[in-house]
């Protein structure tokens, strides 16, 4: 079967300003692949291109097909814009009825999406919802028809705590019963044990396509969390031998460019006391900055 | 599961105008489109010599309440989602743009027909009590009226996809006919039925269309046979222009 969604030669421009130069990628089956970027790398874009929301140079395919062409749009693929998109005036029970109703659904659909995601009791219009409840109200109208494909833009923003492991719970047994995910998300420390794949799209172009283990090795920078009981002398000493030094929060150095050992040494040679040596595993937000580069 | 049928893709439509306060532009079209019948017969009847002529202008009196209503309606229900959002979800579940377009068209067609039928309905009661003769050309009129405001509502729909705003769609929907055109023929000093380069403008172009097939010595000045086909050409015309529109901007860049 081909891959879930296969993405080739986007190109978009928005005010003469190059959004989308190329950009290509797959998505496979039985995965949830992580669309990641800084803010205006063009994802939103790329996800709108996608499902048909949006008009451009390039070809973006569902099944191997263009989503216009798609028999049951609904029934194939889910998706979570970045905004809900609903009448404030409306409730969410008829949001969703008239989702039911266009994807050809009964409206017994639209209450099991209600109960899915906490929102069976909530009677009020749109425009009195939390942005948390919001969010749930665009994942249950992604998840009303049981697709095979999901794209969710930010599914995690206003979630609490109880709702985002709930999601990535359901993110998880979804993609093992061989449904097909990409989710963008900026919470990427978060999200990294979701993430079976990544695609981190760069100034319009994609910068990394693969499994995130791998995006973790090729950008990886191990750092060591040091403590001493005299941190200025200790980081200049270890400037000298050719590491990078950053202050973190609290009296601790991240080193980077020097492992555990080769800083006890000189901490040795210095003769000052090391009361913390640390050494982190690369986190995915991490590697992402090493890969494009601190966002002002 | 299979592709929606356009019946139920029609349904999803009024479904999702809930919410929308819709219904206070309705009743208060009706109740206007009631009391604009009754009131023009209650202006002739008060003349001792009111005959099927008089009467008939009740008959033709066709609800501007209803016009305006439809105006209303695709302001908020059709231009409305594109300002919070809300067509996305049509366009995602319905990606080809012209069964989108025309699924979307019909509750706010129906509606507008339905407003225009009360209009009439109250117009032939206020003949009825004028020249009961006058029913004679209701028949005709009614059609050519609920025509009318079916073209309108077409119109209106478009106008409302094209622009994608509620304040330009209810402006230019509500202005352009009911203000600035009379506004132009009065300045000009011209009389809009009678010189065909005025039918050229949409407004006028329906309203004299709808005004033609209900006879010589029934209504006031209209149109004769051998004008209808421009008539008709005009309509068409602004139609095929209003839905080419509608159509090239659903396909092109989309809002955010």
Known sequence: ?296 | MTRPRFRTLAAAELVAMRGRRLGWAVVLAAAGSCVGGLAMAALVLPFDAASAIEASTVVVSRGSAAAVAVAVLAALAVAGPYRDGSWMHAALAVPHVGRRLAAGAVPAVGVGVGLGAVAIASAAVGAALVDASALRALPVAAAAHLGAIAVWSVWLVCLAHATRSPLATLGIGAGLPLVAEPALAGLLAITPVADARWWLLPGIALRSLAEAPVGEGVVLDGPSPAQLPLLLASVLGWTAAAALAAWLRARGAQPR
């Not at chain 1, 005036?89 to 266009?102: E, I, M, P, S, V």
């Open chain 1, 1 to 296: 079967m081909r891959e879930a969604i296969e993405v080739a030669g986007l190109t978009a421009a928005f005010g003469g300003r190059t959004v989308l130069d190329g950009v290509a990628f797959t998505v496979p089956w039985g995965a949830v692949t992580g669309f990641i970027g800084v803010n205006g790398a063009g994802k939103t874009t790329t996800l709108r291109r996608i499902v048909g929301l949006e008009a451009g140079g390039g070809v973006a395919r569902v099944a191997g097909m263009a989503y216009a062409d798609l028999e049951a749009p609904a029934a194939m693929l889910g998706c979570c814009p970045d905004v809900l998109g609903a009448a404030p005036g409306q409730t969410a029970a008829q949001h969703l009825d008239a989702l039911a109703l266009r994807a050809g659904l009964d409206r017994g659909a639209a209450r099991r999406a209600l109960a899915e995601v906490g929102l069976s009791g909530v009677d009020g219009r749109i425009r009195t919802l939390s942005l948390g409840q919001r969010r749930r109200l665009a994942i249950a109208g992604a998840l009303l028809a049981e697709p095979r494909v999901l794209v969710l833009d930010e599914p995690f923003d206003g979630l609490d705590p109880g709702g985002r492991r709930w999601l990535s719970a359901r993110l998880r047994a979804y993609a093992d019963a061989g449904g097909a995910v990409l989710l963008s998300a900026h919470a990427l420390d978060e999200a990294e044990p979701l993430l079976d794949r990544l695609v981190c799209l760069h100034a319009g172009a994609v910068r990394f396509e693969g499994p995130t283990e791998a995006f973790l090795r090729a950008h990886a920078a191990p750092v060591v969390l040091v403590r001493s009981l005299d941190q200025p002398r200790l980081a200049r000493a270890l400037q000298a031998a050719g590491a990078v030094v950053h202050r973190r929060s609290g009296d601790a150095l991240a080193v980077r460019e020097l492992d555990a050992p080769a800083i006890a040494r000189v901490a040795a040679r210095l003769g000052v006391l090391l009361t913390e040596l640390a050494p982190r595993r690369t986190s995915l937000s991490d590697a992402f900055a090493a890969a494009v580069g601190a966002a002002p």
